[in-house]
């Protein structure tokens, strides 16, 4: 079964996160609130990435862009 991270609040206002293994996020939400905790946000475990922003490549192209024309042929 996948592990996933979480982040909830519990029927007090306290923040709470951590691990658990579930045999899907609607499981483990379903747990959490067993537990009287409001899941936040739950994701599984190693497949979190973040991809480059489209504007930071835009950016670094027209670096690219402009210091090749200013530059003697």
Request: cysteine-free; overall charge neutral; charged content about 40%.
């Given at each position: 079964m996948p592990v996933f991270t979480f982040s909830g609040k519990t029927a007090s206002g306290e923040k709470v996160q951590g691990?658990?293994?579930?045999?899907t996020k609607d499981g483990l939400a379903s747990q959490l609130r067993k537990e009287r905790i409001t899941p936040g946000s739950i994701r599984e475990k190693g497949k979190e990435f973040s991809l480059p922003t489209l504007a930071a490549a835009r950016s670094r192209s027209k670096k690219l862009r402009y210091s090749s024309a200013s530059s003697p042929s």
């Open positions: 691990e658990r293994v579930a045999s």
